[in-house]
């Protein structure tokens, strides 16, 4: 047995031990995935029944007429020891997050992954390298693996598709995707992602983003449900001058689900990040949008923008029933929906404060954060929540407007008393339309509350 084999057997044996997904794990507990045994797959990797010239897995090329040098592409086989090593030399670990269970049943399934790299050319500072990158079925079970890697000051607008061709694969795909991201000091990269799944289809990707100082990351997703669908993207800003904007198009047909998560790590000073979706839901489908900001201590000058947005098709907009007595969960689901104001018939608007967070003690001089709600919504919109915070030396805090602004703004000034200087902002909304309510609800910790 070589470092391969023995790398996919100790992950398969640790979700053996630990398990899958917790029912009530805090960011999947409003859509829970479907079970490990349906992404792990049979051990014989068989392979799709598509054509041979179909096109399976990753293809790369530049967009017309538009440069593309510096590029360094290798597609390698995580079954090879060798190229397994090459394939995921410089990656964090499954770890043991929230998501690391699929992050696990990747290393597990993994069988093939590509490599790119865009490199510095001296006198091109200023130009932008413009790619096209698609992938295509290549098993009914697999997780494919992408790492993008942009030097120092490389400017990339990258045009990645994930749409079922005519003549690839016919039946459903369980598919748990990974996507690594490293951003050079000064790098930018505006990433324009389609996820268009089939209808039976199951489908997880996971975009983990690392931004050196001064780099920038914009992705614009256009995502459509499916029987599963899962959109999460982790963004760590690791460097001074950081900044990332997400922003996304969520489209859910009758009886399809879609997950949409943002998880944001405000490390260093002077970063930002912005978060933006929108929703549109018809008939029976479920939809969740959730974003979570952590701003590190030290972070001054960190600022965070959230603005989540849903529109139902279908259906009236009524608030979800009671909080079933003695489930900690929904009474923390509960108290947030006090701050749901109602508006016009068919429309209903999630107010969502923002909450310190206990922990680390503020550095001599530092006194605390700025936290506060966007206030303003525009007409139209079925479910929505905006949270803006900023944190800056010897700051205070600003009351959200609505429902419960006194009690958040009671509620922080406490926190910071007692030495608090680490921030989280979140939000999420949840909406079923047709047959079932509509029904804005906070995710369990995303510091609702």
Not at 417 to 432: H, I, P, S, V
Request: charged content about 20%; proline content about 7%.
């Amino acid at each position: 047995m070589d470092n391969a084999q023995a790398d996919m057997l100790a992950a398969r044996e640790h979700l053996r031990q630990h398990g899958w997904i917790a029912r009530r794990s805090e960011a999947f507990h409003h859509l829970p995935p479907p079970p490990a045994a349906q992404w792990l797959g049979p051990d014989s990797g068989a392979g799709c029944a598509a054509p041979p010239l179909a096109g399976a897995g990753w293809t790369l090329l530049p967009l017309d007429g538009m440069s593309a040098g510096g590029v360094d592409a290798r597609w390698l086989d995580a079954q090879d020891a060798h190229q397994r090593a090459q394939l995921l030399a410089g990656l964090p670990g499954p770890g043991a997050g929230e998501a690391a269970s699929f992050a696990w049943a990747h290393r597990a399934l993994c069988r093939r992954g590509l490599r790119v790299r865009v490199a510095a050319r001296p006198g091109h500072t200023d130009d932008v390298v413009c790619l096209a990158l698609r992938h295509q079925p290549h098993a009914p079970v697999e997780a494919p693996l992408l790492v993008l890697e942009l030097d120092p000051g490389v400017r990339v607008l990258l045009l990645e598709t994930h749409e079922r061709a005519a003549d690839g694969c016919r039946h459903a795909i369980t598919q748990n995707l990974h996507a690594h991201v490293h951003l050079g000091s000064g790098a930018r990269l505006e990433h324009l992602r389609i996820a268009l799944p089939g209808a039976a289809d199951q489908v997880a990707h996971h975009v983990h983003a690392r931004l050196a100082g001064g780099a920038h990351y914009a992705q614009a997703l256009v995502a459509g449900a499916a029987a599963y669908h899962l959109q999460r993207s982790t963004v760590e800003l690791e460097g001074a001058g950081a900044s990332a904007h997400n922003a996304a198009l969520l489209l859910a047909a009758d009886g399809a689900q879609l997950d949409h998560q943002v998880a944001s790590r405000l490390q260093a000073r002077h970063t930002r990040s912005q978060v933006e979706s929108l929703a549109l839901a018809q008939g029976a489908a479920r939809v969740v949008s959730n974003a979570h900001t952590r701003i590190a201590p030290g972070a001054d000058e960190a600022s965070v923008r959230q603005r989540l947005s849903g529109v139902p098709l279908g259906g009236p907009a009524t608030p979800d029933p009671a909080p079933a007595p003695g489930n900690p969960a929904r009474q923390r689901a509960g108290r947030a929906r006090r701050h749901l104001g109602r508006a016009a018939p068919g429309r209903a608007v999630l107010r969502q404060p923002a909450r310190a967070e206990r922990g680390a003690r503020p550095r001599p001089g530092h006194r605390g954060h700025d936290a506060r709600t966007a206030g303003a919504r525009p007409a139209g919109l079925a479910a929505a929540g905006a949270v803006a915070g900023q944190r800056r030396a010897g700051g205070s805090h600003a009351a959200p407007a609505g429902a419960g602004a006194g009690r958040c703004a009671m509620r922080a000034k406490k926190l910071i008393a007692q030495g608090d200087c680490r921030t989280r902002a979140g939000g999420a909304f949840r909406f079923q339309t047709g047959a079932h309510p509509l029904a804005p609800s906070p995710a369990c910790g995303s510091g609702l509350g």
